[in-house]
């Protein structure tokens, strides 16, 4: 969707070129202005709905209209697609949460995704490196040259110390520091502000890379860009997630790791998983990740499985006695 705050009426102009729009830029709208949601959440949910309406359409149903049956249809269709459970089950949310909406303004008197079952979805692990992977990826970063070296070791080791997500990263303000450079103050999804301690490492990184910050700084026009800790000539000011990423899949190569298996994400996942590992509990870990619910930084449990598996056999001692018995 590409929306910026304050754009000028695009989303009552598109609904008066296409009817089935109407309450879905009023849905998008919404979560905009009141919710404060992030520009990838609400073009997330409205790739979804703009696909629901076109089946819904098709089917002579504008998508505020749609029942049950429709609904059911979509999923099957989704799944014919050889769509996963996951990705279906996101689809569904969507529609779903379009349909509070609509039921909150009074346009609907019933919510018909509520005698709908979601498809059944696995769980699945996080991925995440090993201690050694994010060794040699900062080892790799320090072995670069000059400033885009120096930024490099900055971005992962902030991403190592706090587990920040990629957008929250790449898009930290140079205020976010705090005076004595101890901690960042984070503004999460929903504009929550939550603070995160930095380690040594981190603290050392910035302050060596604040040196060379302003060759980042696009030349003769600075502007929006001078307030980002992490600066770029790009027309959002500072750079990219796909930059950082492509960045990461580089390096990757040079510390002699599979790209496919190295991305921001999963060094997020690498920090929550190492913190548990090292003691850290899920109260603590969720407030750092930004996690409305402690049952989201749940998923990172197996952890604390593997650990008390790894206990158990060390010093149980009937395990001791017997190192084949199976526990």
């Known amino acids: 969707m590409n929306r910026q705050r304050g754009d000028d009426n695009d989303g009552a102009t598109r609904s008066r070129r296409n009817p089935s729009r109407r309450w879905i830029d009023a849905y998008l709208?919404?979560?905009?202005?009141?919710?404060?949601?992030?520009?990838?959440?609400?073009?997330?949910?409205?790739?979804?709905?703009v696909q629901f309406a076109d089946f819904?359409?098709?089917r002579r149903k504008l998508p505020e209209d749609a029942d049950t049956r429709v609904i059911k249809a979509y999923l099957k269709e989704l799944s014919s697609r050889g769509m996963s459970s996951r990705t279906a089950a996101r689809h569904l949310s969507s529609i779903r949460m379009f349909f509070r909406f609509l039921f909150a303004e009074g346009i609907r008197t019933d919510n018909p995704v509520d005698a709908v079952d979601s498809p059944v979805v696995g769980k699945s692990l996080p991925k995440y490196l090993s201690e050694d992977d994010v060794d040699a990826l900062l080892v790799a970063a320090e072995n670069y040259e000059g400033r885009d070296g120096?930024?490099?070791?900055?971005?992962?080791?902030?991403?190592?110390?706090?587990g920040l997500r990629v957008t929250e990263l790449?898009?930290?303000?140079?205020?976010?520091?705090?005076?004595?450079?101890?901690?960042?103050?984070?503004?999460?999804?929903?504009?929550?502000?939550?603070?995160?301690?930095?380690?040594?490492?981190?603290?050392?990184?910035?302050?060596?890379?604040?040196?060379?910050?302003e060759g980042f700084l696009p030349k003769g026009r600075a502007g929006l860009a001078s307030s980002f800790l992490f600066p770029s000539r790009g027309k959002g000011g500072y750079l990219t997630r796909a930059r950082f990423g492509q960045l990461m899949k580089e390096l990757a190569v040079r510390a002699g790791l599979d790209p496919r298996k190295v991305s921001p994400h999963v060094l997020r996942h690498s920090f929550a998983s190492h913190m548990l590992a090292h003691g850290a509990d899920l109260r603590s870990l969720q407030q750092m990740l930004g996690h409305s619910d402690v049952s989201t930084t749940q998923i990172y449990t197996h952890v604390l499985d593997e650990r008390l598996k790894s206990l158990v056999e060390s010093a149980h001692p009937l395990a001791m006695v017997n190192p084949t018995r199976d526990f």
């Open 56 to 58: 819904a359409t098709a």
């Open 29 to 49: 709208e919404m979560l905009m202005v009141e919710r404060n949601s992030s520009n990838n959440t609400i073009e997330s949910y409205e790739r979804d709905l």
């Open 150 to 162: 120096l930024r490099l070791v900055a971005l992962l080791e902030v991403l190592y110390a706090t």
């Open 170 to 213: 790449v898009g930290l303000p140079l205020s976010a520091v705090t005076g004595d450079g101890r901690m960042l103050i984070v503004r999460g999804k929903g504009g929550k502000e939550r603070m995160v301690p930095l380690s040594e490492p981190a603290m050392d990184a910035i302050e060596a890379y604040r040196e060379v910050r």
